[in-house]
């Protein structure tokens, strides 16, 4: 297959979302608008990129190459409409001899699917293709126009359209595909500005390349997946369709979502078969469940494994590197970080265990904490195979606890334990025979007096 291109615009200022970060620089599902539409087309097939950023938007151009490294980016120095910023990528396409399709960074919810289609109709030998969809309300659109065989033959802006183009529902997406870079050259040269805007639009190619005989098309999506976002009103609505869709791959992949409307994933999130999750969780980046564990209620889990069969919360928060091995069991309001607990290992009650190996089969009691951080720098806490940690224990580290020591209640450890030792660190316990009875006693008498 020839090398494909993907132009993808992400120059606009995104003024409608009121803030300092670029558009395509605010997250769906964990990761950037711009990272979707580069993941997408990579997912596609597409192996080749061109991100057009304005002037000042480096960060654009960065989070871009932090998904697709060998992407170029381009500066449209001005606004000057759809056509002049893929011109900005003129250095990327000019030379490609595979297609080049046009996306714009502010549709995250584009499906590699369509993309493909995309491709399959230049392959069966279209010369140019636009993503079409049905519009509900088709107001701001371009409409899409034919002639009398059903030909595309152009695309009109609303703000150029008759009001009988106005009656037209068929509408572009925006989203637009060439044969090659050299088809893409000869239609984009001639493209002017006279129109209501004052703007080079790109949709002229598409009446440039009908009247030059090209063989024009239309791939038609549901209006869902070309969503524009364009307010943080759109982000909500694109990161709950981002959603849905989700937790439908989670559920078609076998696990089981009790309440799936309140369970919000990463874009990365892996879950494997005969998992259960229960409401009320979410996944930050970089979460696997592996196949047959259960998250239990109001959990919130990042970077993270949980290994086969383990069984999280409810009202757990897994952080960053936590790893549970199969079977291994964290109850309700537990934190783990930076932690690996080896196969059975239990830490069912408010405990933090952060820094620290956790052997198998170890149990670590209600109200542990690893002390990890002295103020400066933050240290390991090894607990050994089988080790019991009594309940309201403080473990200093760094510190060793040996397989199959035991550390009774309320310790605060600070020395490594032996195996198979008995550590005991809390002040011992005195009881006065009778002690309570005379004091009660002696109040009774002062009263009656
Ligand atoms: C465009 C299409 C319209 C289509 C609609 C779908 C044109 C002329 N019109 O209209 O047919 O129905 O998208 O949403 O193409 N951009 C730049 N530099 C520019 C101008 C735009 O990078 O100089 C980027 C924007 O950031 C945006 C995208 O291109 O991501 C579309 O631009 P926009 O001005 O929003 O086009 P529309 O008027 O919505
Ligand atoms: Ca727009």
């Known amino acids: 297959m020839t090398q494909a291109l993907a132009v993808v615009l992400a120059a606009g200022k995104g003024t409608r979302m009121k803030s300092d970060l670029p558009k395509v620089l605010h997250r769906i599902a964990g990761t950037t608008m711009l990272a979707h539409v580069l993941r997408t087309a990579a997912a596609a097939g597409v192996s080749q990129a061109a991100i057009v950023v304005g002037p000042g938007m480096g960060d654009v151009g960065d989070a871009g190459l932090a998904v697709t490294p060998d992407a170029q980016v381009f500066v449209q120095e001005d606004q000057l409409g759809t056509a002049d910023a893929v011109k900005a990528a003129a250095g990327a396409y000019e030379t490609a001899k595979g297609p080049v399709l046009v996306l714009y960074g502010d549709t995250p919810l584009l499906r590699p699917e369509t993309v493909k289609a995309v491709l399959g109709e230049l392959e069966a030998g279209a010369?140019?293709?636009?993503?079409?969809?049905?519009?509900?309300?088709?107001?701001?659109?371009?409409?899409?126009?034919?002639?009398?065989?059903?030909?595309?033959?152009?695309?009109?802006?609303?703000?150029?359209?008759?009001?009988?183009?106005?009656?037209?529902?068929?509408?572009?997406?925006?989203?637009?595909?060439?044969?090659?870079?050299?088809?893409?050259?000869?239609?984009?040269?001639?493209?002017?500005?006279?129109?209501?805007?004052?703007?080079?639009?790109?949709?002229?190619?598409?009446?440039?390349?009908y009247q030059e005989g090209l063989q024009t098309r239309v791939a038609l999506s549901n209006g869902e997946e070309v969503l524009g976002v364009n307010s943080r009103t759109e982000l909500s609505v694109a990161e709950g369709l981002m959603q849905r869709r989700l937790r439908t791959t989670a559920m078609e992949q076998g696990a089981t979502l009790v309440a799936p409307e309140t369970v919000f994933f990463s874009f990365d999130t892996a879950v494997g078969r005969d998992v259960l999750i229960e409401p009320n969780v979410i996944f930050g980046l970089g979460v696997t469940v592996d196949d047959g564990a259960t998250i239990r209620a109001f959990c919130h889990l990042e970077k993270s494994r949980v290994g086969p069969g383990a069984v999280v919360g409810p009202f757990a928060r897994l952080r960053p590197g936590t790893e549970l091995a199969q079977g291994a069991r964290v109850g309700n309001f537990v934190e783990i970080k930076n932690a690996y607990l080896a196969e059975g290992a239990k830490v069912n009650h408010l405990t933090y265990i952060g820094d620290a190996?956790?052997?198998?089969?170890?149990?670590?009691?209600?109200?542990?904490?690893?002390?990890?951080?002295?103020?400066?720098?933050?240290?390991?806490?090894?607990?050994?195979?089988?080790a019991f940690v009594g309940s309201n224990s403080s473990l200093i580290a760094p510190v060793t606890i040996g397989d199959g020591a035991y550390i009774g209640s309320g310790s605060v450890i600070s020395k490594d334990v032996p195996s198979d030792a008995l550590a005991l660190s809390r002040a011992p316990q005195e009881s006065r025979e009778g002690w309570a009875a005379k004091v009660r006693q002696r109040r009774n008498r002062d009263k009656t007096k």
């Open 357 to 386: 190996t956790v052997g198998p089969k170890a149990n670590i009691g209600a109200g542990t904490i690893t002390c990890n951080y002295d103020g400066f720098a933050k240290h390991t806490t090894e607990i050994g195979a089988g």
């Open 127 to 209: 010369d140019l293709v636009v993503i079409g969809f049905e519009a509900a309300d088709p107001t701001g659109y371009g409409r899409l126009l034919f002639d009398e065989k059903s030909r595309l033959s152009g695309i009109r802006e609303e703000k150029d359209a008759t009001p009988a183009e106005r009656a037209l529902t068929l509408c572009n997406s925006g989203i637009m595909a060439f044969r090659s870079g050299a088809t893409l050259s000869g239609l984009i040269g001639r493209i002017g500005n006279h129109n209501a805007k004052g703007e080079y639009y790109l949709t002229d190619a598409v009446a440039l390349a």
